[in-house]
C-alpha cells in the first residue's frame, strides 16, 4: 500500500471533521423544534463532538485509515480527559467538559476540548504509523502490532493531560 502525504492525510481528517460539522448543524437546527428528545440528542452529540475530533484525526493521521487507530483515538481522548479532569478537581466526577471553564463560558470550553481532541488525534494517528507493526516478545506476542497502539496512546494521553492540566492551563 502507497503511504499518502500527510497533507493528503490531514485533508482526510479534516473531511471527517466537517461531516461531523454537518451532522452538528443539523442536530443543532432539529434541537430548535422545542422537542425535549431532540434538544438532548444536540447536547449529547455537542459534548462528545472533541472525541468525535480525536478519531477523525487519529483516523485520517494513520497511513492505511485503520480502526486500530479509531481505537487508539478515542482511548487516548477518554485517558486525557480523565487524567485532566482528576488533575484539575479529584472531586468532580469524569466528565470531559464539566470541569473548567476556560476563556469565560461554555462555548470556550467546547472549543479548548475541540483543540484538546486535535492535539490527542493527531497524536493517536502518530502513535499508529509508529507502532502499528511492532513485534513483542513471544509471551506478549498477543499485545503486539495494532493491539499495542492503543497502549502506547493511553500512557502518552496520561502525560498530554498532565502537562496541560498542570502547565498550560495555568498560564491561560
Known amino acids: 500500500m502507497k503511504k499518502e502525504s500527510l497533507v493528503k492525510r490531514l485533508g482526510v481528517s479534516l473531511s471527517y471533521v466537517a461531516i461531523a ?3 452538528l448543524v443539523f442536530f443543532w437546527a432539529a434541537s430548535l423544534t422545542g422537542q425535549s428528545g431532540l434538544e438532548g440528542i444536540f447536547n449529547a452529540y455537542q459534548l462528545i463532538f472533541p ?3 480525536a478519531i477523525a484525526f487519529a483516523v485520517g493521521i494513520g497511513f492505511d485509515h485503520s480502526g486500530a487507530a479509531a481505537l487508539a483515538g478515542a482511548v ?4 486525557f480527559g480523565a487524567s485532566f479532569s482528576i488533575l484539575i478537581d479529584a472531586k468532580v466526577a469524569f466528565m470531559v467538559t464539566e470541569p473548567i471553564a476556560v476563556f469565560g463560558g461554555i462555548f470556550g470550553t467546547q472549543i479548548f476540548f475541540i483543540i484538546c481532541g486535535f ?3 493527531i497524536a493517536s494517528g502518530l502513535m499508529y504509523n509508529k507502532f502499528y507493526n511492532i513485534k513483542m516478545p513471544e509471551w506478549l ?3 503486539g502490532g495494532r493491539r ?3 497502549i502506547i496512546t493511553s500512557v502518552v494521553a496520561l502525560f498530554i493531560g498532565s502537562f ?5 492551563l495555568p498560564h491561560l
Open 141 to 143: 506476542a498477543f499485545f
Open 164 to 168: 496541560i492540566a498542570n502547565i498550560m
Open 119 to 121: 492535539v490527542m488525534g
Open 148 to 150: 499495542f497502539v492503543p
Open 76 to 79: 487516548g481522548y477518554l485517558v
Open 51 to 53: 472525541l468525535i475530533v
Open 21 to 23: 460539522l454537518v451532522l
